[in-house]
């Protein structure tokens, strides 16, 4: 299912002409780090009533520059000037903005998850009587904003019960309630499946005909060409051009190459598979989940890759494609796991974390920032950790020889950062998942696992993630990629299997595979595993 399309037709029929006077205007916005010029000169104009989409590569600029205008980096540590309703203002901080009715929803959500939905909604903004919390008042007005966005839960539940596309929308109930008047999005629906995704852009559609004028940045194109009014493209922290996507005559094509600057002849860099001997074998794989001990996710569980192969693994939200990634590398996820590996034909041991990496299997998660990296930590000590073992002498690391090895993994991975001193957490998103290919190369693993390894990030780095997948493969490794989206494992893999439910459903070669079929695959596991 398309996403963005899922209601297309009906944003096509709302009045898209006849644009209002100008909301928000910023001027020559330039702002430097020690070392790097994140934004130069960045210009941006935005009408009221409208959506607004920006655009850009992985550390072009566009979440720096939405944290300029939201007061997350005050006035006085930046150059140029922001005019709201035609007004200068200077946001020292984001209560600075928000008084202002000017509110940025972060890519990572900024809710409590141990606090109720009403109480994240009015945190620090308290319904109080006489010095005290007035519950009811806040629960009943919580719930007001609740059905504003389309939710039906209690104002009561906390938000540990709930998903993350509810979330998403719990924060905007939380922007509602201090009467926006812009909205800033960072990656909306990067995390959330096609239904909350064509939910959410469904609300923002709706809040834009209440008169809310949103900012979007999002690097799934298709979902801004449905949405957004004007695009504005940053790239390498400069404005590059605002293109208006009323008229319906703005291509994709067109917006990726304002993004890198160059036409992508194609998603996908071309590749020749050398596929050889079978290199890694799973079977008869059963994963219990970890909590509830008698509920089974994945069943008897069949595969293989080969060397030189790229296998993908292909399956809706919960069928268990990286709960089955996670118990075979070290059993991280799961219970009462039976079942064998393989390695050249041999059974290898993978009962901890340990004894997969020492048996060639290494494991790049979906979720960098909160097992992937160390963020706090600098590019060199993220590249070094999972093999310490090859630069220790007599249990002492030689930093140097670390340096030298972190060096050149920058440089061959096209790691955009100043130096291997670079804490890893300021890096872009495309930026932090070279480092965590990095890791695991450095590492020299037989088979590598990659969960969703383009997620949030924009198409010239996924061009660059592709591409080095395709080194790991020519240099005779397996490499299985777990992915939620089917263009990519059509343009990138030699064969896919499907899960469905936690049973795999079919094993479909390249040659064989359409979106259509592997959808099928996807929906029922009674499918016979027959490709």
């Avoid at 006077?21 to 009408?47: N, S, Y």
């Avoid at 469904?202 to 809040?207: D, F, R």
């Avoid at 790239?235 to 590059?240: E, N, Y």
């Avoid at 949030?456 to 490499?479: H, Q, R, S």
Wanted: aromatic share 4%.
């Amino acid at each position: 299912m398309d996403t963005a399309r899922s209601f297309v037709g009906q944003d096509n029929a709302r009045d898209r002409s006849g644009m209002a006077d100008t909301i928000l205007e910023m001027r020559g916005i330039t702002k430097t780090f020690p070392g790097v010029k994140a934004l130069q000169d960045v210009t941006l104009q935005v009408e009221r009533g409208t959506v607004h989409a920006i655009c850009g590569e992985n550390g072009a600029g566009k979440s720096t520059l939405m944290k300029v205008l939201s007061g997350v980096y005050p006035a006085g540590t930046f150059d140029g000037q922001i005019l709201l309703e035609g007004s200068p203002v200077e946001f020292r901080s984001i209560n600075d903005s928000e008084a202002a009715g000017v509110v940025i929803i972060h890519q990572e959500l900024a809710l409590s998850p141990y606090l109720s939905i009403a109480e994240n909604i009015y945190l620090g903004n308290e319904q109080a009587r006489g010095g005290f919390i007035d519950w009811n008042r806040t629960n009943l007005e919580a719930g007001k904003l609740l059905r504003r966005v389309g939710l039906k839960d209690n104002p009561i539940t906390k938000i540990v019960d709930i998903g993350v596309g509810k979330q998403q929308l719990v924060e905007i109930a939380k922007a509602l309630s201090k009467e926006v008047k812009l909205l800033i999005l960072d990656e909306p629906t990067a995390a959330l499946n096609d239904d909350d995704s064509a939910h959410l852009l469904e609300l923002i559609a709706n809040l834009k005909d209440e008169g809310i004028t949103s900012i979007i940045i999002s690097h799934k194109l298709n979902e801004i060409e449905a949405i957004a009014d004007k695009v504005t493209i940053i790239r390498d922290g400069r404005t590059i051009e605002t293109l208006d996507l009323r008229a319906g005559e703005v291509t994709e094509e067109r917006i990726i190459k304002g993004m890198v600057g160059r036409d992508l002849e194609s998603r996908y860099p071309d590749h020749e598979s050398h596929v050889g001997e079978e290199l890694l074998r799973i079977e008869g794989w059963n994963v219990f989940h970890p909590i509830d001990r008698t509920r089974q996710i994945v069943f008897d569980a069949n595969l293989n890759v080969k060397a030189g192969e790229i296998v993908g693994i292909a399956g809706l939200m919960g069928a268990g494609r990286t709960e089955l990634a996670m118990s075979v590398f070290g059993r991280s996820y799961g219970s009462n796991i039976s079942g064998h590996v393989y390695k050249r034909g041999q059974e290898i041991k993978v009962g901890t974390v340990a004894q997969a990496v020492k048996n060639g299997i290494a494991y790049a998660t979906e979720d960098r920032k909160r097992y992937g990296l160390n963020l706090i930590d600098d590019i060199k000590r993220n590249i070094s950790g999972s093999a310490l073992g090859k630069l220790a002498s007599f249990g002492l690391v030689n930093a140097n020889q670390e340096t030298t090895v972190a060096n050149g993994y920058r440089k061959s991975m096209n790691i955009k950062a100043p130096t291997v001193a670079a804490i890893t957490g300021k890096l872009s998103g495309g930026n932090q998942q070279k480092v965590v290919l990095s890791k695991w190369m450095y590492a020299d693993p037989d088979v590598l696992i990659l969960d969703e390894p383009t997620r949030g990030i924009d198409v010239g780095a996924k061009y660059e993630i592709y591409t080095i997948i395709n080194k790991l493969a020519d240099e005779g490794k397996g490499v299985i990629v777990i992915s939620s989206e089917l263009p990519e494992l059509l343009g990138i893999c030699d064969r896919i299997y499907t899960l469905s439910e936690g049973h795999i459903t079919a094993d479909v070669p390249r040659a064989e595979a359409t979106p259509e079929r592997l959808m099928q695959h996807m929906t029922t596991y009674r499918e016979t595993t027959d490709a």
